[in-house]
């Protein structure tokens, strides 16, 4: 059994700007993870091997980055029972919408959790990560709740410096 929980995936080298900030997340709650470029339209077969043998090997959720056509995270979740969260990378050409509708528009029956374009995508893709491991897990609850509340006790109540 692995001890790695969740799985960062990403399309191409390029993604990795965007989804280091899952990474740093799951980082900072102590969640176990790895991090791989596997394309579904490069790498087919790795793509394959992944995700068919995610739940195998001990992961519990996956996280998925991609931009433009963006299938890997639907293409993941159709291959695992395993959650898929999909973060919507920035693309050059339409910003990231292309890659937000072709994640999010998954036909019933194979679900992707998505989440916002680009950076605020990944970091929640970790959180959200966080929130369903810790379902199971109350040590990782109370440090996604220590998160939470040093969150709110830095947001100031005042605009002045
Ligand atoms: C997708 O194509 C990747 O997810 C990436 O966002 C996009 C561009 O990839 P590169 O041409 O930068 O490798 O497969």
């Known amino acids: 059994?692995?001890?790695?929980?969740?799985?960062?995936?990403?399309?191409?080298?390029?993604?990795?700007e965007t989804m280091r900030h899952a990474a740093e997340t799951l980082e900072a709650l102590g969640v176990a993870h790895e991090c791989k470029v596997v394309s579904a339209h490069r790498t087919p077969q790795r793509l394959y091997d992944y995700a068919s043998?995610?739940?195998?090997?001990?992961?519990k959720v996956i996280i998925a980055g991609a931009g433009g056509a963006a299938h890997l995270p639907g293409m993941?979740?159709?291959?695992?029972?395993?959650?898929?969260?999909?973060?919507?990378?920035?693309?050059?050409?339409?910003?990231?919408?292309?890659?937000?509708?072709?994640?999010?528009?998954?036909?019933?029956?194979?679900?992707?959790?998505?989440?916002?374009?680009?950076?605020?995508?990944?970091?929640?893709?970790?959180?959200?990560?966080?929130?369903?491991?810790?379902?199971?897990?109350?040590?990782?609850?109370?440090?996604?709740?220590?998160w939470r509340a040093r969150q709110t006790q830095s947001v100031a109540d005042t605009v002045e410096d």
């Open 76 to 146: 993941a979740a159709a291959m695992t029972r395993l959650p898929v969260l999909g973060v919507p990378v920035e693309s050059k050409a339409l910003k990231g919408m292309d890659s937000l509708l072709s994640i999010v528009q998954m036909p019933g029956g194979i679900p992707v959790g998505t989440l916002a374009i680009g950076k605020p995508g990944a970091i929640n893709a970790g959180l959200l990560a966080a929130a369903i491991l810790a379902t199971g897990d109350d040590a990782l609850a109370q440090r996604l709740d220590d």
């Open 1 to 16: 059994m692995s001890a790695i929980d969740v799985g960062i995936i990403m399309g191409s080298r390029s993604d990795w």
């Open 53 to 59: 043998g995610a739940a195998a090997r001990g992961l």
